[in-house]
């Protein structure tokens, strides 16, 4: 079965190849394409964390596709650079540009805020998605109201042709976030991050039976296979754990378009 991780981050701080270390990785391109290979992962969509900046030559376009990162680069004293839609649309003309990311949590700009107003239009006129950090955040710093998926929904409904990704399911807003993609035809979500670290399957699932039984509840409630991605969130886990951890989730009638062909069509990566 072919696969496409469809939410890793790429940055080449020393935190991150301690993070990979920890999980049993390295960080860097070359580990990827070897484990990439062994596991049947045949891409990746890489949520930027390099603001506006050019990442040409960052990421092989024969492994991933990116999707620019609006983080805290795009404020200057509270307001947002003059120049951002265009900045934007400057990635978006790209091939291996395949969407937008936001950090709202982190930025602490609602989603309905009138900056993002022209980043939805140009989104919905490239015909790519935006994806959006939803639920528990890594830092402290971060205000989870900006990333509920409620706040989602306002902007899905406002904007009925751009497509949105609610990244992490909303985790740990599983009822609303369940909710959200139910009810707007225009978000889908990924799975990515619900778990951190290595694991052993067979002890999580029994020491984690709770929280194991509201993911699979939701998921399943909903029955929106058709919208729902695999992700890893890399490199805070061990990529073939992961995977099982996943396959665990999902039914396996829907492996399919869980773990390759729902992130083929909706980040537009023809493959």
């Not at 376009?61 to 839609?85: K, N």
């Not at 790209?94 to 140009?122: E, F, H, T, W």
Request: hydrophobic fraction near 40%; include cysteine; charged fraction near 20%.
């Amino acid at each position: 079965m072919k696969i496409i991780d469809a939410h890793l981050h790429l940055f080449s701080e020393d935190s991150a190849e301690e993070m990979a270390r920890q999980v049993g990785h390295h960080n860097n391109v070359d580990h990827l394409r070897e484990v990439y290979g062994e596991l049947h992962i045949v891409h990746g969509v890489v949520m930027g964390n390099y603001g506006l900046d050019d990442v040409q030559g960052r990421y092989p376009a024969d492994l991933f596709h990116y999707c620019v990162g609006l983080d805290s680069g795009i404020t200057q004293g509270g307001r947002a650079v003059a120049d951002l839609p265009d900045r934007v649309e400057a990635h978006l003309r790209r091939d291996n540009c395949c969407g937008v990311k936001l950090y709202p949590g982190y930025n602490k700009i609602a989603l309905s805020d009138p900056m993002y107003q022209p980043i939805y239009r140009l989104a919905a006129r490239y015909g790519k998605p935006v994806a959006v950090h939803m639920g528990l955040t890594a830092f402290s710093r971060a205000h989870l109201k900006y990333c509920h998926p409620l706040a989602l929904d306002e902007v899905a409904a406002d904007h009925p042709d751009t497509q949105f990704v609610m990244c992490h399911f909303g985790n740990p807003f599983l009822e609303a976030a369940a909710a959200v993609v139910e009810k707007n035809p225009n978000v889908a979500a990924d799975l990515s991050g619900l778990l951190e670290g290595r694991v052993d399957l067979d002890a999580y699932f029994r020491e984690q039976a709770g929280y194991v039984f509201l993911l699979r509840t939701w998921l399943t409630a909903i029955q929106c296979w058709d919208k729902v991605m695999f992700g890893t969130d890399w490199p805070i886990v061990n990529l073939g754990e992961y995977i099982g951890f996943i396959r665990r989730l999902v039914p396996e009638t829907h492996w399919e378009p869980v773990f390759f062909d729902n992130a083929n069509r909706i980040y537009g990566l023809g493959l």
